[in-house]
């Protein structure tokens, strides 16, 4: 199975004040996890540059022409209490929109079985009109658009298994029918949303919420119940992934109990529904995850997977 891996060096330039959890370690952690001998056949690429209306898949264009005109020349700037910019920031986040629509265009026209993008900022907690939560764009639902609008997908899921629901997501398919958003997040904890209320406006919206002190097991059980099942009814023609790994019990920004083998046994999951409804076409986009330790070894067990092995 191939499985192809983007990232760039421009992650590394986003970057966050002394002691923010959104730093540029992360990607470093990550890079050396997938040095190992085991990830030999990974197919490598650098991130893309994106144009900036790429954004625009997900975002108003007044709203992308205020976070380019946001980045400063020098120094840090406040989006919002926890999300800020630095003269990096821009390149990265447009970085980041490349590598998701490389991985989506790789996918799609299969040259590739699958494939996974380390990049930063994240993106799932940026709704249609606000930056919050360390993210400026949101990745994800550019992914999921542009598979609709240039390769044709009559209908993408998106599977959120980071710890903090992704309210920006949620915001952006909200009325889109083509679009299944389902996530699983521990409740209560930011940004607020994510009760299994909220279905959006043609059900297409799946919530379901874990509890403080949860572990792999009530996750299994719930994503097991109240994930995979709508997954695999949707058919869709793409699954891309948010792929958040702080629900790993080690996270200092989080309360569940995750390991390393929960995030492999979730990718498994959702790789079995890909090869029975959509030729196997898997997207995974790097979101949370702030315990380097535990960031890396998810990470690894998560592209091993994706790997076949």
């Known amino acids: 199975m191939t499985t192809l891996y983007l990232c760039h060096p421009a992650s590394l330039d986003h970057d966050t004040p002394p002691g923010h959890p959104e730093r540029a370690d992360r990607i470093r952690v990550i890079e050396r996890a997938l040095e190992d001998e085991r990830f030999a056949a990974l197919v490598r690429e650098q991130a893309p540059l994106a144009d900036l209306s790429v954004a625009g898949l997900a975002h108003p264009e007044n709203y992308v022409a205020a976070i380019a005109a946001a980045a400063p020349d020098e120094g840090l700037v406040g989006i919002d209490s926890d999300t800020v910019m630095s003269p990096g920031s821009l390149e990265a986040a447009r970085r980041a929109l490349g590598a998701a629509v490389r991985a989506v265009d790789e996918v799609m026209e299969g040259r590739v079985a699958n494939a ?60 889109d029918p083509s679009v299944l958003y389902a996530s699983t997040h521990q409740m209560p904890l930011f940004p607020g949303t994510g009760a299994p209320s909220e279905r959006g406006e043609h059900d297409t919206i799946v919530n379901v919420a874990l509890h403080a002190g949860d572990d792999g097991d009530a996750f299994r ?16 023609d793409l699954i891309v992934i948010s792929a ?56 690894a067990a998560h592209v091993e997977t994706l790997m076949g092995r």
């Open 116 to 175: 996974f993008a380390a990049m930063r900022p994240p993106g799932h907690h940026a709704e249609r009109e606000r930056a919050m939560g360390f993210c400026l764009f949101n990745t994800a639902a550019v992914a999921a658009r542009h598979a609709r609008r240039h390769h044709g997908a009559a209908r993408v899921a998106l599977v959120d298994w980071d710890v903090h629901h992704g309210n920006g997501s949620q915001d952006i398919f909200w009325d």
């Open 221 to 236: 059980e719930a994503f097991s119940h109240g994930v995979l099942p709508r997954l695999e009814a949707f058919r869709p």
């Open 244 to 299: 958040g790994f702080d629900a790993h019990w080690r996270d200092p920004l989080a309360n569940l109990k995750l390991t390393e083998a929960d995030f492999a046994w979730a990718t498994r999951a959702v790789m079995e529904v890909a090869d029975r409804r959509c030729g196997g076409r898997v997207v995974s986009l790097l979101e949370g995850g702030y315990d380097l330790v535990g960031l890396s070894k998810s990470v």
